[in-house]
């Protein structure tokens, strides 16, 4: 299974809502990622996690929170966003943390914030 | 931070032709990924070339690294229309060995 599964695939939330992304691979992989992607631009990267602990928080506002409960599973918890952090926000997984692992992504979930 | 520039940022080109993708870099790295992105979809990983390797393929794909000039080139030979997508490349930085640095793409489009 080479396979990273995010659900839901679109959503749709106000300002006022709570919401979460889920993120799920079974390739035994140790890293897992968050980026956020505007349309036509390259993916920035959000949060890394290395054996289910934090790694890198690339200053994202505390609106976006990470969870990684076990080594299977990424999520991101979302409140009270802006209509600017409407975008695809991306899930990906390597072997181990670091820039010279290949990284396997999900589909996304492309969210507008109403 | 931005590293990689694509070069150009949008290509169109017909069925059977080739096409070919820049991507310049500005520090010295150990490595350097292509990625393809369908519209709207997840990224997927194309290949990996090291600092200390010049070419490399991958059925129609065929990668090139100059360190000396800080640039890669990706070749797709007979392009298909179930090419078109836009495409990535991504260095790290032998400083900072932590994070990928990605450039700004290249929107490929391979008309029937």
């Known amino acids: 299974d080479t396979e990273v599964t995010q659900t839901p695939k679109h959503l749709v939330m106000g300002m006022t809502n709570k919401k979460s992304l889920k993120c799920e691979q079974h390739?035994?992989?140790?890293?897992m990622y968050w980026y956020k992607q505007k349309a036509k631009k390259p993916p920035e990267l959000m949060f890394v996690?290395?054996?289910?602990?934090?790694?890198i928080n690339e200053s994202v506002p505390s609106r976006f929170s990470p969870e990684c409960p076990n080594s299977s599973l990424l999520n991101l918890h979302l409140h009270a966003l802006q209509p600017e952090d409407s975008a695809l926000y991306l899930c990906?997984?390597?072997?181990?943390?670091?820039?010279?692992?290949?990284?396997?992504f999900g589909s996304g979930t492309q969210l507008s914030v109403l | 931070s931005q590293q990689g520039e694509e070069d150009p940022q949008a290509l169109s080109i017909q069925e059977g032709e080739n096409a070919t993708m820049n991507c310049s870099y500005k520090?010295?790295?150990?490595?350097l990924q292509w990625y393809r992105q369908n519209s709207g979809r997840g990224l997927v990983h194309l290949i990996l070339?090291?600092?200390n390797e010049r070419e490399k393929h991958s059925g129609r794909l065929r990668v090139t690294l100059d360190t000396s000039k800080k640039s890669s080139s990706l070749l797709i030979t007979a392009s298909r229309a179930a090419d078109t997508a836009s495409y990535f490349c991504?260095?790290?930085?032998?400083?900072?060995?932590?994070?990928?640095?990605w450039g700004l793409g290249t929107s490929l489009a391979v008309n029937p």
């Open positions: 390739m035994g992989h140790r890293a």
């Open positions: 990906a997984s390597s072997q181990d943390e670091g820039a010279n692992e290949k990284l396997f």
């Open positions: 520090t010295s790295i150990n490595n």
């Open positions: 991504a260095t790290d930085n032998a400083g900072n060995n932590r994070k990928l640095i």
């Open positions: 996690y290395s054996y289910e602990k934090l790694s």
């Open positions: 070339i090291r600092s």
